[in-house]
């Protein structure tokens, strides 16, 4: 059963950091990109960064370029977002997600992905 878990999720003050994990099991070769979103109640889910785990290839959204770094451990099969220098308005639900992508790339739209974690909260606030 394809199976992705986020964790790392929690209360930090402005200005803080945090680590999600995004741990991937039952896949066999169903996927080569994860990425990671987020969603705040009546918004739309908006993409934050992706990255292909055959080439290291990754993208970041303007909002958070500078700040945000995503990391994997193949061996694992975990990727890793390590936010700094978070905002109020970045609380919200962080998801991860993965798809199969052919090609030196990774997609940021939420659209483009088949499998979907439950979601860790990240609450930015002092």
């Known amino acids: 059963q394809v199976r992705l878990v986020e964790s790392g999720g929690g209360l930090v003050q402005p200005g803080g950091s945090l680590r999600l994990s995004c741990a991937a099991s039952?896949?066999?070769?169903?996927?080569?990109?994860i990425g990671w979103f987020r969603q705040v109640p009546g918004k739309e889910r908006e993409g934050i960064s992706c990255i292909n785990n055959s080439d290291g290839w990754t993208v970041y959204a303007d909002s958070v370029k500078g700040r945000f770094t995503i990391s994997r451990d193949n061996a694992k099969k975990t990727v890793y977002l390590q936010m700094n220098s978070l905002k109020s308005e970045e609380t919200a639900v962080y998801y991860c997600?993965?798809?199969?992508?052919?090609?030196?790339?990774?997609?940021?739209?939420?659209?483009?992905?088949?499998?979907w974690g439950q979601g860790t909260q990240v609450t930015v606030s002092s």
């Open positions: 997600a993965a798809v199969q992508v052919y090609g030196a790339s990774c997609p940021i739209m939420p659209f483009e992905y088949d499998y």
């Open positions: 039952g896949f066999g070769s169903d996927y080569n990109v």
